[in-house]
């Protein structure tokens, strides 16, 4: 099993196609262990292998798009960091997906290895919105 970091490919028909609205539809942040199989070939939320631990919830948090944009040439999406308070867990990577339309896959997160919390508050902290660095954009 391996966690590749990733645009998902069924997300960018969906895009084309309108199925997806950031302004409209609930986005979520699911979190995985090492024994996930998450890539850009992933189409949907699954349980299969996602974190269990106190102050994790299945389905992981509801994120808050702040704004879709541009920078330049790119759209871009930027999301506020989400957290997970009272926490003891580990988890390799997350799937962030639409809760709205079928649990659709739009992102995985690979955080490069393990990341434990133990009675704390574990954060997702997104990089700034902009062209080379936002989590969702389209170049």
Same mark, same amino acid.
């Given at each position: 099993?391996?966690?590749?970091?990733?645009?998902?490919?069924?997300?960018?028909?969906?895009?084309?196609?309108? /199925?997806? /609205?950031? /302004?409209?539809? %609930?986005?979520?942040?699911?979190?995985? %262990? *090492?024994?996930?199989?998450?890539?850009? =070939?992933?189409?949907?939320? #699954?349980?299969?292998?996602?974190?269990?631990? %106190?102050?994790?919830?299945?389905?992981?948090?509801?994120?808050?798009? $702040?704004?879709?944009?541009?920078?330049? #040439? $790119? +759209?871009? $999406? /930027?999301?506020?960091? %989400?957290e997970w308070t009272s926490a003891s867990f580990t988890t390799r990577? =997350?799937?962030?997906?639409?809760? *709205?339309? #079928?649990?659709? +896959?739009?992102?995985?997160?690979?955080?490069?290895?393990?990341?434990?919390?133990?009675? =704390?508050?574990?954060?997702?902290?997104?990089?700034v919105a902009a062209a080379s660095t936002a989590i969702i954009r389209?170049?």
């Amino acid at each position: 099993m391996a966690i590749s970091q990733g645009m998902c490919i069924s997300f960018k028909k969906q895009v084309l196609l309108g /199925d997806q /609205d950031f /302004d409209a539809n %609930t986005f979520k942040l699911a979190l995985f %262990t *090492s024994a996930a199989s998450l890539s850009s =070939g992933t189409t949907a939320y #699954s349980t299969s292998a996602e974190v269990s631990g %106190t102050g994790y919830t299945a389905g992981g948090n509801t994120l808050s798009i $702040v704004t879709v944009a541009t920078d330049g #040439s $790119v +759209a871009i $999406v /930027d999301v506020s960091n %989400t957290e997970w308070t009272s926490a003891s867990f580990t988890t390799r990577g =997350g799937l962030i997906y639409n809760s *709205s339309k #079928s649990d659709s +896959a739009v992102a995985v997160l690979d955080f490069g290895g393990n990341k434990q919390v133990e009675n =704390g508050t574990f954060t997702i902290q997104f990089p700034v919105a902009a062209a080379s660095t936002a989590i969702i954009r389209l170049v």
